[in-house]
């Protein structure tokens, strides 16, 4: 369950060699899933670091607009702005069902340690997590992030967009920060 | 946010979430949980206060416990063990150190579980912060055209438009059996065995002659709804152990199925 997109095909015609923060735009807008940098550069025949200046460019202007761009790991999307969250949840119908405490504390530990493995998180919560894990992964909350370079080679786990989008997080730098207090204690 | 007195304690019958119809509220899916729970019900400082003296409402909290769940149950009982050990020690004169460094390397029971607490207390208060970030209905939406539009017509939607019209029904039924046509009478009945293992060869075998197939495709000369179920359960399995990948662009669109023998041989090494 490895979070994988699909690459488009390497296009016919040879790239335009430019791409504006519109082109850009209308290009997430038609996409129905995360881009990778790499993959838009390749598109527009431009440099990665075009496109992240442009993607910086498009972040600020969206911020007047219903839109927001969505950014996790080397992908990006266009998602719908939090505060018309509750709207698009009428039109679409969507109804996240209930995380148990155990659910959001796993969680938790995930999207602020990842990548982690289930051993880590059975060390915090000091139980069996393979239930709840199981779950988030169903619900794709969490995702499978490759294998640790341990011994048995476990799994790693992360969050995905799934995870962003539910929370209203464009990126895990929105995070809440952790309490302080128990953080500094732990670094000790 | 202490929870609610009494503390009490139950553990859901599903093991698997696609198993699990049972909703819990209220639960303390841990023995950490169970400790904090009992430091906060007592309004006392997870940072001072002498654990020992909670092995005692510890036990009584455990002794509440389901022992249909002996798996859980053992977490439990290693936090009450070190709980006893840490009241012992406190009890006891502290044996006089033998070796040079012996006493030293051997870490404090009671600041090692403590530490454990404020970790497991830090994170349990970062879900809740996440979990009321979550019911304010703030989520984001990525543009999914199909499932929006299947959404809308389902009546998803507050308003859901016309009704529709009995026509519409009727087509969906001939659309219905045109999809699985009815298996002609056997000639006589007999055992047959249909296996994974089986259905998984013959999607392989059809990989090997196209890079990539449709599941609808295959299945075309099909007559048996058993097949079809364990053909598709089987194309399931290959994609849970990474050996193809499947897409399915809209709602009963074509499910097509690719090799991802490159991918799973870049995995192994």
């Known amino acids: ?188 | 946010m202490a929870p609610a007195t009494p503390v009490e304690i139950s553990f859901g019958n599903g093991r698997r979430p696609e198993e699990s119809t049972h909703v819990r509220s209220d639960y303390f899916d841990g023995p950490l949980a169970l400790l904090l729970a009992l430091i906060e019900q007592r309004q006392l400082d997870v940072l001072t206060v002498r654990l020992g003296d909670l092995a005692g409402a510890y036990l009584e909290a455990l002794a509440r416990i389901d022992t249909g769940r002996l798996g859980l149950l053992s977490s439990f009982v290693t936090v009450c063990s070190q709980l006893i050990l840490i009241k012992t020690r406190a009890l006891l004169p502290r044996a006089p150190q033998i070796g040079p460094g012996d006493t030293a390397a051997e870490a404090d029971p009671e600041e090692e579980l403590r530490r454990r607490l404020i970790e497991y207390r830090m994170f349990r208060d970062a879900g809740r912060v996440l979990g009321d970030r979550r019911a304010t209905g703030a989520w984001l939406y990525h543009r999914e055209a199909a499932a929006a539009l299947a959404a809308g017509l389902s009546g998803a939607r507050p308003d859901p438009g016309p009704p529709l019209a009995p026509q519409l029904l009727a087509d969906a039924l001939m659309a219905s059996v045109r999809l699985v046509p009815p298996a002609p009478a056997a000639p006589e009945v007999m055992a047959r065995t249909i296996t994974l293992e089986e259905r998984a060869d013959v999607i392989r075998a059809a990989l090997k002659r196209a890079p990539m197939i449709v599941l609808q495709e295959l299945l075309r000369d099909v007559t048996d709804r058993v097949v079809v179920a364990i053909t598709f359960l089987a194309v399931l399995e290959l994609a849970k152990g990474r050996e193809v990948a499947i897409d399915q662009t809209e709602p009963w669109g074509p499910i097509t199925v690719t090799q991802l023998v490159a991918q799973k041989q870049a995995d192994d090494g």
Do not use: N
């Not at chain 1, 698009?88 to 109804?95: C, E, K, N, T």
């Not at chain 1, 155990?102 to 393979?130: C, F, K, N």
């Open chain 1, 1 to 188: 369950m490895v979070e994988e997109f699909p690459e488009s095909r390497p296009p016919v015609e040879p790239p335009p060699g430019e791409l504006s923060a519109a082109q850009l735009e209308a290009l997430l807008f038609v996409a129905e899933r995360p881009l990778a940098r790499k993959e838009i550069a390749s598109l527009a025949g431009v440099t990665v670091e075009d496109v992240d200046a442009l993607l910086g460019d498009l972040e600020m202007t969206l911020h007047e607009r219903g839109l927001r761009l969505l950014s996790a790991g080397e992908h990006v999307q266009l998602v719908t702005a939090p505060q018309a969250g509750r709207l698009i949840a009428r039109y679409i119908g969507a109804d996240g069902g209930r995380l148990s405490p155990a659910a959001l504390e796993t969680l938790a530990i995930v999207a602020y340690r990842q990548p982690v493995t289930r051993a880590v998180i059975e060390r915090i919560r000091g139980v069996d997590s393979d239930y709840v894990l199981r779950s988030l992964l169903h619900r794709r909350l969490v995702v499978e992030q490759g294998r640790a370079d341990a011994v048995g080679r476990p799994f790693l786990y992360g969050t995905g967009f799934d995870f962003l989008e539910r929370f209203g997080l464009t990126s895990l730098d929105e995070l809440p920060p952790l309490e302080p207090e128990a953080a500094l204690r732990l670094d000790e």
